[in-house]
């Protein structure tokens, strides 16, 4: 199984600051079989990011994902006062799918 | 638009057996390469994938509950189920109804559904 470990696990920001987010998997994952989520308080994940960069439908540019092997990142170039949430990181390039544990981007 | 409802009850008691339905809508529950699965959160905990399945019945589940899972498709109705056999509190969790693209992304998500174990 691979274990995927976020860090930081909070992060407090201000509007309109750089983001940058990791997710370091125990394994390789290849190919980049990995996707990031946003998700809010009392609301389900929605897909951000998979294929390591690929924005999904509907995302704006200022998310970008970035990374390969081990090590993979998520950039919000301007903190937007609704991009305020949890993000996870998963893989899905080996059975069973995981998750990371999430950062979570809070209001400084 | 696609759309995913789950539905259950939210509370079952320790070894009894939870039973989850998904409804679709706005799409075709036989869609040639997808798969329909179930995630989990426990309170406080990281996002669990279950299981997955295709319209045609191939499955894809985690071992650690594969002893415990049932897993189905109706097409005629546009649901998927999903059963698990001797719940314990571990099991406590929002359950997340998922259609996952075939090398297993979560395209899109129902709003979940809260379970509660106990007596």
């Known amino acids: 199984e691979i274990v995927l470990t976020q860090s930081p696990g909070t992060l407090s920001l201000s509007p309109g600051e750089r983001v940058t987010l990791s997710c370091r998997a125990s394994q390789t994952v290849s190919p980049n079989y990995l996707a990031w989520y946003q998700q809010k308080p009392g609301q389900a994940p929605r897909l951000l990011i998979y294929d390591a960069f690929i924005r999904a439908s509907g995302i704006p540019d200022r998310f970008s994902g970035s990374g390969s092997g081990t090590d993979f990142t998520l950039t919000i170039s301007r903190l937007e006062p609704e991009d305020f949430a949890v993000y996870h990181c998963?893989?899905?390039?080996?059975?069973?799918?995981?998750f990371g544990g999430g950062t979570k981007v809070e209001v400084k | 638009q696609l759309r995913l409802q789950e539905s259950g009850p939210g509370l079952v008691k320790p070894s009894e057996t939870l039973s989850l339905t998904c409804s679709v809508s706005?799409?075709?529950?036989?869609?040639?390469?997808?798969?329909w699965g179930w995630i989990r959160q426990p309170p406080g905990k990281r996002l669990e994938w279950i299981g997955s399945?295709?319209?045609?019945?191939?499955?894809y589940d985690h071992p650690s509950l594969r002893s415990r899972l049932t897993m189905s498709v109706d097409t005629s109705k546009s649901q998927f189920s999903l059963t698990l056999t001797s719940v314990t509190a571990a099991d406590a969790a929002v359950y997340y109804c998922v259609l996952l693209s075939r090398e297993g992304r979560g395209d899109s998500w129902g709003q979940g559904t809260p379970v509660i174990v106990s007596s």
């Open positions: 399945i295709h319209y045609s019945g191939r499955i």
């Open positions: 706005g799409d075709s529950i036989s869609r040639r390469t997808d798969y």
């Open positions: 998963q893989q899905y390039v080996t059975s069973p799918i995981t």
